[in-house]
Each structure stands twice: as structure tokens, then as C-alpha cells.
């Protein structure tokens, strides 16, 4: 059984300091995620982009949106576009698991394919509303309810909001 936690930081840089605060506590940069808007003008991010960290690192600093080098190390980084909600840039496992047919399948756009990650429709169609509003989403998953109380720590100790947490069974 895998666990998900989740919260909501304020912005990039608060964002920033939780991904680097796991990454130091140990956890793996393949299961940390990351979801933000993409606030840049340039059209050319509507097509989903994949890279491997260290790469990771130069997308985020060629994209321009001021995803600093912490995030840029995460599993893969990329641009995504969900009809209703507008462009989106995420990394980690998040990014499979919103790109292509798994977005194009939740009829009810991002919030849908975060419900699809095991997430409660309310809390889903909550950070939806928080992440077009400019927050960015954190993600952890682990099989250890230790690792699930150290995230919720971490999560605490940087004054993230909307700290939850979902079982999330194998098919």
C-alpha cells in the first residue's frame, strides 16, 4: 500500500525550502511531486516536456519560471496545458500521472486527475482552486506510516496548508 501526502505551499520559494527539507530528511527525488501554474506568457509550453534530473535543472531555469535548481533536480520536470485550468508545471510522479490520457480522461480537468491520484473530490477540487490561485502543490509518497508522519512534520515546520494524506492501492 502506498501513502501519498500532500499540502499546499504559498509560493515557489516556500515550495522550494519543503522539497529541499525532504530531500535532506532522505526521501527520494522519484517520489517527490511538485504541481505550480505557469504564470510565464511564452505559448511554447502547451506541449507536455520530459527530462531526468540533472537535466530537470536546465528545463526549470529555461522555462523561466523561476523553479529554482531544488526543484529542477526532481524525477522530471515539464510543462503541461489542462483545458479549464491553463498551463501547469510539474515534476515528479505527478507529471505521469497528469499528462496525456490521464488528463484527457478526468472530465473534470486537473481536479480530476488529482481525485485520479487518490485524492478526495473536495480536497482535489480545493488545491485546484489553490494551485490557479498561484500555490504550488507538494506530493510525498511512501509505503511507511514513519515517513508519512516525518512528511506531515516537515510539512508543519514550513507552515505549508492543507497537510493530508491518502492510501493508495496498486491495480
Not at 12 to 29: H, K, P, R, W
Not at 45 to 56: Q, R, V
Request: charged fraction near 15%; glycine fraction near 16%; aromatic fraction near 4%.
Amino acid at each position: 500500500m502506498t501513502k501519498a501526502v500532500f499540502c499546499i505551499a504559498q509560493n515557489i520559494d516556500q515550495a522550494e525550502i519543503i522539497v529541499n527539507d525532504l530531500m535532506t530528511a532522505g526521501f527520494s527525488t522519484n517520489d517527490i511531486s511538485v504541481l505550480f501554474p505557469d504564470k510565464s506568457t511564452t505559448k511554447d509550453f502547451a506541449h507536455e516536456k520530459n527530462t531526468k534530473a540533472p537535466e530537470g535543472a536546465a528545463i526549470g531555469g529555461g522555462v523561466g519560471l523561476g523553479a529554482g535548481a531544488v526543484i529542477g533536480l526532481l524525477a522530471g520536470i515539464g510543462a503541461l496545458a489542462i483545458p479549464g485550468v491553463g498551463p501547469l508545471i510539474a515534476a515528479g510522479p505527478i507529471m505521469g500521472a497528469l499528462s496525456g490520457a490521464a488528463v484527457g480522461a478526468a472530465t473534470g480537468g486537473l481536479a480530476g486527475g488529482l481525485i485520479g491520484l487518490g485524492i478526495p473530490e473536495y480536497e482535489a477540487k480545493r488545491y485546484e482552486g489553490k494551485i490557479q490561485g498561484g500555490n504550488a502543490l507538494i506530493s510525498v509518497h511512501t509505503t511507511s506510516s514513519d515517513a508519512v508522519t516525518k512528511v506531515k512534520e516537515i510539512f508543519e515546520q514550513a507552515h505549508a496548508e492543507d497537510i493530508s494524506s491518502t492510501e493508495e492501492t496498486s491495480v
